[in-house]
Structures are given as structure tokens and as C-alpha cells.
């Protein structure tokens, strides 16, 4: 037996410690032969073997449990060096990513009006041509509809052409008095330097009942927002035409490239167009059964806005998935 003791203080694993327990103590193991043969003794001579074993298997039982812990630290330690960490080797910069400028100002803005106590409504980004034209005081043939190049679908539906749907959808669904604003994707027949054929617009709507609503507040909210996006620029409210709104404004800031002096963004005006306003028309709360109600409504590109934040010369880049010029975003 005293070759066993060697034969287990020398196995190098674990498969080599079952083997030597296994010849000792399994089924067929020696000790447990022993036992077997306790039968063929007188009672004495069982008595007297019988705690000989029982010693011998106590003793193997804990050399071989020991042995085991043994080589199973072993076993921890090695995968612990091999799979360790060294925290003394430099670190690999990990690359993180960032909103993209254009939901990025999205965000700006939304973040702008709920801090008014604005909702934020959404709408379908396929139309039918009653909420996209119709009731916003468009009817067939009316020739402000070429002002929106549309896509058409096989069914007579659209892809909408701005967000004021939206306007239509919220009035239908609520009664007065609204306060909310639909950001969201919109899609025109249109590439160049400053248009392309999806962008997003945040729409933005306000009703009271009564003649509460007035153009001095439109005029109150847009250039307080203006100030709030763009910091210290002068704005200007230019008389302009929408169907759904009457009166109607287009919105310029002082160029913020040239400071106002003139230069090629601001085509030597110093000013740049951001948005599109007005009180809205009666006839658009007579599309949705609106009774004794005043309101005004507002409309801007989200593409123009981050261009002129990020000073961004082309449009279509934004769209370009150009890592180059979206990892400057960061
Ligand atoms: C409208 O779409 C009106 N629905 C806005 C409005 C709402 C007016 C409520 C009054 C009341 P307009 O077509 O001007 O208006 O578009 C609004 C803004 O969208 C523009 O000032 C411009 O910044 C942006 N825009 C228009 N076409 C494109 C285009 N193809 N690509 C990128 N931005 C565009």
C-alpha cells in the first residue's frame, strides 16, 4: 500500500487521481476486495481486518480528497494566469457613438417645447390626400399644391409632404384647447444643395377657445425659441402665403456665418429662412368642426436648423452615412 501513497502525492491531474481511487476504493478496488473477503474469516480475525480496512480506506479516502483540492487550486490558479487581466497594459480606446446632428437638433427642439408644457403628437408617414391637402384648405386643383412636390401611391394615398396632417389628426382626436408639437419625417420630390427627398420637419400648433390666440404670441414663442437655439441673432417675420394659415410668415434669422453683413450662404442678404408660421386659417377648423376657436400654427426643417447649428454647407451630406463627417459629431 505504501506505493499507492507515493503513486497519489505524484499524480500531475485529476484524470490520474480517479484512475489510482478507482484501483483502490472502487467497485473492483483493492480496499473494497478487502472487504469482499471478510466472509472467508473466523469472527476474531473479521473483527481485527475488518478495522485494518477501514483505517486503510479512511487514510486513502483523505489523501486522495486532499490531493484532489489540491490540484484543482492548481487547476484555478493556471486558468487564472492564462485568462487574467493585466491591469498594468494600456487600454484600447473604445469607440463611442453619437446622435446624428439631425436627431440631435430634433431633440433640441422637442426638449425646447415640452419644457412649455407642449405635447408631442405623432401622425402616419402615408396619407390620404384629405389630411395632408384637403383640410388643411387645399382642395383638388388648388394650385399651392405644386408648392410640395408629392409622391404618389398606386392607391391615391401619399407619402406626406409636411407634418400639418398631423394638426388635422391631434383636432379630430381632442377638442381645444391644443398645445403640441408633431416631430417626424417628411418626404417631396426635391435634390439640391438645400432640399433633399426625405428631411424632418417639428411641426407646432396652439388653440384656445375664443379669440385668445393672437400673432403677437406666435411672434413671442418663435423668437424666444430662435434665441434659445441660436443664442444672440435678431429675427424677422416677412409676410409670405401658406393655404393653412392666414395671416402668413416665413421666418429669417440674422446670418449666423456673416453676422448680417452679407455673404454666399446668406446670398449677400444677411438673412436665412428657418421656418414657415401663421394664425390659422378658419377654414382648416371647419375641416375638423372646430366652433369659436383661434390658433396659431409653425413649421420648421430640421435639416436647415442643424446646417446653420453645425455649419453644415450641404444637405445631402447628412444623408451620406459619411463616418468622416459624422464622427466630428462626437
Ligand atoms: C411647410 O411645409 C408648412 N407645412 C410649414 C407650416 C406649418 C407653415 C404650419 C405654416 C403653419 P415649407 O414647404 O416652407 O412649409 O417647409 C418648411 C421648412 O421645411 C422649410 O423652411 C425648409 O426648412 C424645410 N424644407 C422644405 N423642403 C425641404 C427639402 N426638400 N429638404 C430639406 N428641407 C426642406
Redesign the pocket.
Known amino acids: 500500500m505504501q506505493e499507492y501513497k507515493i503513486k497519489i502525492s505524484n499524480a500531475s491531474n485529476l484524470n490520474e487521481l480517479e484512475s489510482l481511487r478507482l484501483e483502490l476504493l472502487g467497485k473492483k478496488g483493492k480496499i473494497t476486495a478487502g472487504f469482499a473477503s471478510l466472509k472467508e474469516l473466523d469472527a476474531e480475525q473479521k473483527k481485527q481486518a475488518a478495522a485494518q480496512l477501514n483505517t486503510l480506506k479512511d487514510e486513502f479516502s483523505a489523501l486522495i480528497e486532499n490531493k484532489k483540492s489540491q490540484l484543482e487550486n492548481e487547476h484555478i490558479k493556471q486558468t487564472m494566469q492564462a485568462d487574467g487581466v493585466d491591469v498594468s497594459l494600456f487600454s484600447q480606446p473604445c469607440e463611442s457613438g453619437a446622435l446624428h446632428p439631425v436627431m440631435d437638433t430634433m431633440d433640441k427642439i422637442i426638449e425646447y417645447f415640452i419644457s412649455l408644457n407642449f405635447s408631442v403628437e405623432n401622425g402616419p408617414l402615408i396619407e390620404d390626400d384629405f389630411h395632408n391637402f384637403e383640410a388643411l384648405n387645399l382642395p383638388p386643383f388648388h394650385p399651392a399644391r405644386d408648392?410640395?412636390d408629392t409622391f404618389y401611391l398606386n392607391d391615391f394615398r401619399l407619402l406626406r409632404?409636411?407634418?400639418?396632417p398631423v394638426?388635422i389628426r391631434t383636432m379630430q382626436a381632442q377638442k381645444p384647447p391644443i398645445r403640441m408639437i408633431a416631430p417626424g419625417a417628411?418626404f417631396?420630390r426635391?435634390l439640391d444643395l438645400?432640399?433633399?427627398?426625405m428631411?424632418h420637419?417639428v411641426?407646432?400648433l396652439v388653440v384656445e377657445e375664443g379669440l385668445k390666440v393672437s400673432f403677437a404670441n406666435l411672434k413671442d414663442i418663435l423668437e424666444n425659441f430662435l434665441k434659445y437655439l441660436f443664442g444672440d441673432v435678431r429675427v424677422r417675420f416677412r409676410p409670405s402665403f401658406?393655404p393653412?394659415?392666414e395671416p402668413?410668415t416665413?421666418v429669417d434669422i440674422s446670418c449666423i456665418f456673416c453676422g448680417g453683413s452679407g455673404c454666399r450662404v446668406c446670398k449677400q442678404t444677411g438673412w436665412l429662412?428657418?421656418?414657415?408660421?401663421?394664425i390659422v386659417d378658419e377654414n382648416v377648423f371647419k375641416a375638423v368642426n372646430y366652433k369659436n376657436v383661434s390658433g396659431y400654427?409653425?413649421?420648421?426643417?430640421v435639416?436647415?436648423l442643424a446646417m446653420l447649428l453645425h455649419r453644415i454647407p450641404d444637405?445631402r451630406s447628412l444623408f451620406e452615412a459619411d463616418l468622416r463627417l459624422l464622427e466630428q459629431f462626437r
Open positions: 408648392m410640395q409632404t409636411h407634418t400639418s394638426q417628411v417631396r426635391d438645400t432640399h433633399t427627398p428631411f420637419q411641426e407646432g401658406f393653412f394659415t402668413s416665413e429662412e428657418v421656418l414657415g408660421a401663421g400654427a409653425f413649421g420648421l426643417g435639416e436647415r444637405l
